[in-house]
C-alpha cells in the first residue's frame, strides 16, 4: 500500500508509538537482508553521500527515508569505516525541517577544511502549492562527532534559465579556490551541469555551464555530477535521466554514466572529452559518488538501486543498498573499477577447483552459499557460450555467461527468484572482447557484482532467490573451455 503525501512527509518524531519498532520486527524477518553491503535499519536507502576520509576514519552518509520503501522525507544517514570493509552506523547525521530544508535534505558531498568535515546538501523544500524550491546548504561536523547546520543556505536562489531540478551539490578544492557542480535541468527541459565558486566555501558565484560537446538534449535532468581528476585526466560522471535505450545501451530506467577528457577548464568551462559511456551494465546502480582515500586512490560507491521502480523488498518494509567499494582507474582512455584491495580482509575459508568442461554443466559442490567472492578465469575458450550459474537450486539460477561468437557478455536474471516488473527486462549485455576472462563475483544474500577483466566491465545487480538457491554450477555450449576457479567465503 503507497503512502500518502502526508505519510511520506513526516519527521522521524511524529513516527506512531511502536512504528518503526514493528517495521524494525517486520525487517528482521525478511530473507534478502544484506550481509557485508550497507543498507537501512527501517525504509529506504538512496544515494551515497558525503564519502570523505576524515579525523583518522571514513564517513559515509547515505538519503534515508525511515518509514518505509518509499521517496518521502529525506534524511542523511551516517555510517563510518575504519577500513572500508565493516561500517558502524552512527545515526542519522543531518535532519530536514529548517525553512530552506523542511521537505528533505538531499544529495550533496563533503570536504575537510579548518579540521572541521564540510557537509553540502541540496535543501529540498515545497510551498503550499507544492511548488519546489531548492537551497544549496551546509553544515560541519567537528572533531567530536557533532554536526551542526549553518543558520542560512550557502547558495539561496536558482540562477536564470534552470528549473526547480537543481540539486546534488559535488565541491572540491583547486589550488586556493573551492569548486563545486550541481545538477541542473533548463528551462527547455534538457541536463545539464552548472559550475559555481567560492574562496571560503560560504560565499559562491554562479559561474555558468559545464561546456561538453554532448547534444545540448542529451537527457532532461542530470543528477548527482561529481567531477575530478585522475591520472592527468578529467573525469565526469552523472546520472541523466531521459536517455532513450540504443541496442545494448541505456536499458535501465535511468542511466549513470562518465566522460573522460582533458582536466576541466575552469574559467571558460570548456570540458573536451570523448563519448560517454555507462558505468555498470547490470540492473541496478545509480547516483554514483566518489572520494580520495587515506593514501590518494580514488574510491566509488553507487546506489544499488534505481527510483521509481517497486522491488521485492517493499513488501517486507525497505529497499535498497549500497554498492561496495570500487577503486577508479584509467585503462586506454577508459573508467575501470575494480574491487578495493581492503575486502580481501572478508575472504574466509578459501576453496578451489580447475576443470576443462565440453558441451557439459559442473556443480562444484564446495562452492555453495549466499555470500562470497568468486573468482573464475577462462582459458582455451573454443565454446560459444561459457557460463556460471549461481545461487541456484532446481529451477532458480541467476546467469552470466560470455558469448564468443557475438563476443558479449550477458547477465540473465529472468530466473533468479522473485523479479521486478516485467517492462524493466531480465538480461543485459554488453558487447565485450577478449580471448582470456577473469570473472570476479560478489555474491550477497540479495544482490552480485560482477568484475569483468580486472573492472573493464561491471554488471551490479540486486537479485530477490530463495535461501535455499546457493548453489554454483559452470557450463559450456558448442565446444570447450578451461575453468580456473576459487572462492571465499563472506559469511
Ligand atoms: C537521485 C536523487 C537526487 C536527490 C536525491 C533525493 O537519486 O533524486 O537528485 O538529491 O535523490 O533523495
Not at 529497499?319 to 584491495?341: D, N, V, Y
Amino acid at each position: 500500500i503507497k503512502m500518502t503525501k502526508e505519510e511520506k512527509y513526516r519527521y522521524i518524531e511524529q513516527a506512531r508509538p511502536d512504528e518503526l519498532e514493528k517495521l524494525q520486527k517486520q525487517i528482521e524477518r525478511c530473507a534478502w537482508r544484506q550481509n557485508y553491503h550497507i543498507q537501512p535499519q527501517t525504509g529506504l536507502l538512496n544515494d551515497p553521500n558525503g564519502f570523505s576520509y576524515y579525523n583518522g576514519i571514513y564517513h559515509l552518509f547515505y538519503q534515508w527515508f525511515p518509514f518505509g520503501p518509499e521517496h518521502g522525507m529525506k534524511y542523511w544517514f551516517h555510517t563510518v569505516s575504519k577500513d572500508l570493509c565493516t561500517w558502524e552506523n552512527v545515526g542519522i547525521g543531518i535532519k530536514p525541517g529548517d525553512s530552506y530544508d523542511s521537505h528533505g535534505v538531499y544529495s550533496g558531498s563533503a570536504i575537510v577544511k579548518d579540521e572541521k568535515l564540510y557537509l553540502m546538501y541540496t535543501g529540498n523544500t515545497r510551498d503550499e502549492n507544492w511548488v519546489r524550491h531548492p537551497f544549496q546548504c551546509m553544515a560541519y561536523m567537528n572533531e567530536s562527532g557533532v554536526i551542526q547546520k549553518l543558520t542560512n543556505p550557502v547558495i539561496s536562489t536558482v540562477p536564470n534559465g534552470y528549473t526547480d531540478h537543481f540539486r546534488d551539490p559535488k565541491v572540491w578544492k583547486k589550488d586556493d579556490t573551492y569548486f563545486c557542480i550541481i545538477g541542473a535541468q533548463r528551462k527547455n527541459k534538457t541536463g545539464c551541469a552548472v559550475l559555481y565558486k567560492s574562496s571560503d566555501l560560504m560565499n559562491w558565484e554562479f559561474q555558468g555551464e559545464l561546456e561538453t560537446t554532448l547534444p545540448s538534449n542529451f537527457g532532461y535532468m542530470w543528477e548527482c555530477p561529481d567531477y575530478f581528476e585522475l591520472e592527468e585526466h578529467g573525469i565526469l560522471l552523472f546520472s541523466p535521466q531521459g536517455l532513450e535505450a540504443e541496442g545494448e545501451k541505456y536499458q535501465n530506467i535511468y542511466q549513470s554514466g562518465y566522460l573522460v577528457g582533458e582536466p576541466l577548464d575552469l574559467e571558460t568551462r570548456k570540458f573536451c572529452h570523448d563519448a560517454f559511456h555507462e558505468l555498470d551494465r547490470g540492473f541496478d546502480f545509480y547516483a554514483q559518488h566518489t572520494t580520495l582515500s587515506e593514501d590518494g586512490r580514488r574510491l566509488l560507491i553507487g546506489w544499488m538501486g534505481l527510483p521509481d521502480l517497486a522491488y521485492p523488498t517493499d513488501q517486507n518494509g525497505w529497499a535498497h543498498c549500497l554498492t561496495i567499494p570500487r577503486q577508479l582507474e584509467i585503462r586506454e582512455g577508459k573508467l575501470i573499477q575494480q574491487p578495493i584491495s581492503e575486502l580481501m580482509k572478508l575472504r574466509k575459508n578459501e576453496r578451489q577447483a580447475r576443470f576443462t568442461l565440453e558441451n557439459e554443466r559442473k556443480k562444484v559442490k564446495e562452492f555453495s552459499g549466499l555470500s562470497y567472492e568468486l573468482i573464475y578465469e577462462i582459458e582455451n575458450i573454443q565454446a560459444r557460450y561459457i557460463g556460471i550459474e549461481f545461487r541456484a537450486k532446481d529451477q532458480e539460477k541467476t546467469v552470466f555467461f560470455y558469448d564468443s561468437i557475438k563476443k558479449e557478455l550477458v547477465l540473465d536474471r529472468s530466473l533468479s527468484g522473485k523479479s521486478l516488473e516485467a517492462e524493466n527486462g531480465n538480461i543485459r549485455r554488453c558487447s565485450f572482447s577478449a580471448s582470456k576472462l577473469k570473472i570476479q563475483l560478489f555474491v550477497d544474500v540479495s544482490s552480485v557484482e560482477i568484475f569483468i577483466n580486472d573492472g573493464e566491465e561491471v554488471f551490479t545487480s540486486r537479485i530477490f532467490p530463495s535461501p535455499h538457491s546457493k548453489e554454483v554450477c559452470f557450463f559450456t555450449e558448442n565446444g570447450s573451455a578451461t575453468f580456473q576457479a576459487v572462492q571465499w567465503s563472506y559469511e
